[in-house]
């Protein structure tokens, strides 16, 4: 069976890998091709996952960097279109929500390749986010619908998904977090920056609504400035927000709170095991701050993810200094109380490091010939389109 697995941004990379690790286990089974759209480029934002991960090289590059949505999109398609006619895959798999995801979807489905998306089913209901235009149709297109949760599988039934074309896997990022963790761990990082562990703030920003404007991002940046005077807050910040921020403003900010550069994987888990709360507007690490049983406060007024609530840590906070300083304390206190005998954390269902198994399991099941060495039952019913 010819896989071919696309890879574009940075929240790819460790949804990716473990499904690539898993059919690398079966080389009678799968051959795989491993293309990288460059949607991101820097070494930071790319390149060090690879190396963390231990992920193969991208076996081509379709280098198509920065742009506006629709050029970025655009982009994608033109270059990606000649690898996949040439290539002739029996199946793609893509990832998450980023504009590649999309892209090749398309491509593929007017080149009558299946195509298998990994995390299907996420809804935040905002349309304001690029992502959620991306998530509905990405579903819409692809054959298999491979979901993290629950809760995926009832929107996509809800949208009138055929039941057949929904399997209900599990958190794949969670396989990586969990193959990673003692990795990451060992790393010295902590103590580098001079953090105590449950003793700090960590910061991620980047989606548009919180970063592109100056006045919003001047509020939550006012919020990190308060909790600044009386905690460590460190701060790994996106390009994106490095741009729209400027140098005069992280300059000054950077004499209250640690700003850094993008981390790679294994420092920034490394950061945010030890964190006494963490303060994001990512979809990932709502669900890695659930998974470690770190408090969670994400700076937005929807999630797609709402599992990280229901059975998480994770908790929705307002864009407001006020909003954002009083959660955060608040978050620390309780953190500091479960270290010291809490309910302990919960974690959702199959987010067991197993995800990347069980995906491999439904796609083997579909070779034409499939006798199964696959951990997941074959599903008997699957009419998938093109197989
Ligand atoms: C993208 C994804 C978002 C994901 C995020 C993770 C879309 C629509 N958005 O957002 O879902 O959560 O990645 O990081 O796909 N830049 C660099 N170096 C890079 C990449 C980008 O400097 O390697 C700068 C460029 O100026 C670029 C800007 O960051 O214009 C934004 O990059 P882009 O890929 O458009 O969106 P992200 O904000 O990274």
């Not at 070494?43 to 198509?64: I, T, W």
């Not at 491979?146 to 958190?171: C, H, M, Q, W, Y």
């Not at 669900?287 to 709402?306: F, K």
């Amino acid at each position: 069976m010819r896989i071919l697995h696309v890879v574009g941004a940075r929240p790819n990379f460790m949804k990716t890998a473990p499904v690539m690790a898993e059919m690398a286990r079966h080389p009678d089974r799968f051959e795989q091709l491993l293309v990288h759209t460059g949607q991101h480029y820097d070494y930071e934002m790319s390149e060090v996952f690879f190396r963390d991960l231990q992920m193969p090289r991208p076996d081509r590059f379709l280098e198509v960097g920065s742009g506006s949505h629709a050029e970025q999109t655009a982009r994608v398609m033109v270059a990606f279109e000649p690898v996949v006619r040439e290539w002739r895959p029996d199946w793609a798999v893509v990832v998450g929500d980023v504009n590649s995801t999309p892209a090749c979807t398309l491509v593929c489905a007017k080149l009558g390749v299946p195509v298998a998306h990994v995390e299907a089913g996420l809804r935040s209901r905002d349309r304001t986010m690029p992502e959620e235009i991306n998530r509905l149709v990405t579903d819409q297109l692809a054959d298999l619908l491979l979901t993290p949760s629950r809760d995926a599988d009832e929107n996509l039934l809800r949208e009138g998904v055929a039941p057949a074309k929904i399997r209900f896997v599990g958190n794949v990022m969670i396989d990586t977090l969990v193959a990673n963790l003692a990795k990451a761990k060992a790393r010295p990082i902590v103590a580098e920056l001079g953090l105590n562990p449950g003793d700090y703030v960590l910061v991620t920003l980047h989606r548009p609504a919180n970063v592109d404007d100056a006045g919003d991002l001047h509020e939550v940046l006012e919020a990190l400035r308060a909790l600044g005077e009386r905690l460590p807050v460190v701060f790994p910040v996106h390009p994106r927000t490095r741009q729209s921020m400027g140098d005069a403003t992280a300059a000054e900010l950077s004499a209250r709170i640690k700003l850094l550069d993008p981390l790679g994987y294994l420092d920034f888990i490394a950061l945010l095991d030890a964190a006494g709360v963490v303060i994001t507007d990512s979809g990932g690490l709502q669900e890695e701050s659930t998974y470690l049983g770190v408090p969670c406060l994400t700076v937005r007024p929807n999630t797609e993810r709402p599992v990280t609530i229901t059975e998480g840590t994770n908790r929705l906070v307002a864009r407001s200094r006020e909003a954002i300083v009083a959660a955060a304390r608040e978050a620390m206190k309780e953190a500091a109380r479960e270290a010291g005998g809490g309910p302990g954390r919960r974690v959702p269902e199959l987010w067991d490091g197993h995800a990347a198994e069980r995906i491999v399991g439904v796609l083997a099941a579909l070779m034409p010939d499939h006798r199964s060495a696959s951990t997941t039952q074959a599903p008997a019913t699957m009419r998938v389109r093109n197989v």
